[in-house]
Nanobody, 126 residues
């Protein structure tokens, strides 16, 4: 089992920055790949970024490329999503997710992830 606890989020003006954190605990952390998802009000869940367990694969959705950055502490117990130059369309509930194995091969709708954080709200507005 993996447990994921999120922190960060909140209200920010367009052009601002936020950093989301996802604390990962449990067994087999070293084999966990991580994804960050968001779901806009009334919209579908989309994966905006993922990071493979070995750190060699990172993917970003086109909508966030060059603005968001995923990273992880060396002990793999905390994963971050740094979000810069935020836009109103970035508003939504953000979730981190994890699973073990060879992941981050493509961006998904979440079907490959077994463990989820509780979610945090990001609102980008004046």
């Amino acid at each position: 089992q993996l447990q994921l606890v999120q922190s960060g989020g909140g209200l920010v003006q367009p052009g601002g920055s936020l950093r989301l954190s996802c604390a990962v605990s449990g067994s087999g952390i070293e084999y966990a790949y991580i994804g960050w998802f968001r779901q806009a009000p009334g919209g579908d869940r989309e994966e905006v970024s993922c990071l493979s367990a070995d750190g060699e694969r990172i993917m970003y959705a086109d909508s966030v490329k060059d603005r968001f950055a995923i990273s992880r502490e060396e002990d793999k117990r905390t994963v971050y999503l740094q979000m810069n130059n935020l836009r109103p369309e970035d508003t939504g509930a953000y979730y981190c997710a994890a699973s073990r194995g060879r992941g981050c091969l493509r961006l998904t709708r979440g079907e490959v992830y077994n463990f989820w954080g509780q979610g945090t709200q990001v609102i980008v507005s004046l």
